[in-house]
């Protein structure tokens, strides 16, 4: 009998170490240009950023169906960055698919023409909501998350680093996005060496005040790209080589983001204090940053398929336009000791590297 309870015993230490041993998890799942981002703890504790558009609830099956192939049942954790379709737009689809534990978003504030958006993430979330501030930590076990962006506010105290960014001295302005790209949520993530940085749609100008003249966040191993990649209105240079990505992960659509020129965004000349020039191809400006070791998109950039504006093709998820793509993910998974491998669903293509100390 005893003999019996030392083996159950040490079944159970083996499970409950087996369960531990679990890798952090990324996945990008595919929204043809919108976003939704699933992170799974080495616990096994989940957390969703944003649910991508509302079309036939396309992207709310994408999600789930990855969800569930990560042996999930449910997502503890539910970020909206801010309220614009693209991102807001699975949401209620999404909540009759698979249970929700607690959502976190922005304020109340919304734009009039995003009010849609706004009404369909406050049903779903009744309740079960928290309105985030720059500074709010979401409990996911096992890794440190940080709110550094919300209602058009920026996290106060350094979260990494902290130091001058010289950079700022002649960085170029723009001309601010949309209202909700302003305002938006963005996080940071830490796993020991390992330090993600999401910022969703946040503008250029804004991003300018994580960095400038203090960089808050310090330099980053992985970066989701702001803006889907349409680094006209994001990606600013002082921006960029302050938190010197090691690899970028691009959330763009086979015509957004990557490639997309958007021309409501302009650049702010200051005759007084000339801004130093800067690459304008998005893709270049991030080739361009120092110690750049991987950038990996979601989609071929249908607008401009010139290969030299795009990263290899090993590293592309999807080449296909919307009404055939398969929605292929990428997917990182993290080790404790900052090993972390990137893997492209369309063709198995994997490459390892080592977070930064």
């Known amino acids: 009998m005893k003999h019996a309870f030392i083996l159950l015993a040490a079944a159970v230490f083996a499970f409950a170490n087996a369960a531990q041993a679990r890798d952090l998890e990324i996945i990008w799942i595919d929204t043809e240009g919108g976003a939704a981002t699933l992170i799974i703890t080495p616990s096994g504790e989940s957390m969703l950023i944003d649910t991508g558009y509302p079309d036939n609830d396309r992207d709310a099956a994408r999600v789930n169906t990855a969800a569930r192939e990560a042996g999930l049942t449910k997502i503890d954790h539910l970020v909206l960055s801010h309220y614009h379709r693209d991102h807001a737009g699975g949401i209620a689809a999404l909540a009759k698919m698979i249970p929700v534990g607690r959502?976190?978003?922005?304020?109340?504030?919304?734009e009039l023409v995003n009010r849609e958006w706004y009404d369909s993430f406050t049903t779903a979330s009744a309740?079960?909501?928290?309105?985030?501030?720059?500074?709010?930590?979401?409990?996911?076990?096992?890794?440190?998350?940080?709110?550094?962006?919300?209602?058009?506010?920026?996290?106060?105290?350094?979260?990494?680093?902290?130091?001058?960014?010289?950079?700022?001295?002649?960085?170029?302005?723009?001309?601010?996005?949309?209202?909700?790209?302003?305002?938006?949520?963005?996080?940071?993530?830490?796993?020991?060496?390992?330090?993600?940085?999401?910022?969703?749609?946040?503008?250029?100008?804004?991003?300018?005040?994580?960095?400038?003249?203090?960089?808050?966040?310090?330099?980053?191993?992985?970066?989701?790209?702001?803006?889907?990649?349409?680094?006209?209105?994001?990606?600013?240079?002082?921006?960029?080589?302050?938190?010197?990505?090691?690899?970028?992960?691009?959330?763009?659509?086979?015509?957004?983001?990557?490639?997309?020129?958007?021309?409501?965004?302009?650049?702010?000349?200051?005759?007084?204090?000339?801004?130093?020039?800067?690459e304008k191809n998005s893709y270049l400006r991030m080739a361009a940053i120092p110690g750049i070791e991987g950038i990996w998109q979601g989609h071929l950039a249908l607008l401009d398929k010139d290969p030299a504006h795009n990263t290899a093709e090993d590293m592309i998820a999807n080449f296909e336009e919307t009404a055939e793509c398969k929605g292929n993910v990428i997917k990182a998974s993290i080790a404790r000791d900052g090993k972390f491998t990137i893997t492209n669903a369309r063709n198995g293509y994997r490459k390892t590297y080592t977070a930064r100390k």
């Open 127 to 278: 309740g079960k909501r928290t309105i985030v501030k720059p500074g709010d930590r979401i409990p996911l076990k096992g890794v440190d998350v940080r709110v550094v962006a919300a209602n058009e506010q920026m996290i106060g105290k350094p979260v990494n680093g902290g130091k001058t960014n010289p950079l700022c001295d002649n960085a170029a302005d723009m001309s601010p996005a949309a209202f909700e790209n302003s305002r938006m949520v963005g996080v940071f993530l830490s796993y020991g060496n390992f330090k993600f940085l999401n910022l969703l749609d946040l503008d250029w100008r804004t991003e300018l005040q994580l960095v400038c003249p203090l960089n808050k966040v310090g330099k980053i191993t992985l970066y989701q790209s702001s803006r889907h990649g349409g680094l006209d209105g994001a990606g600013a240079p002082a921006f960029l080589n302050a938190i010197l990505p090691q690899v970028i992960v691009v959330n763009n659509g086979p015509k957004k983001g990557l490639g997309q020129v958007d021309k409501r965004i302009q650049p702010i000349v200051n005759m007084a204090k000339p801004a130093a020039p800067y």
């Open 103 to 110: 959502y976190y978003g922005p304020n109340d504030k919304v």
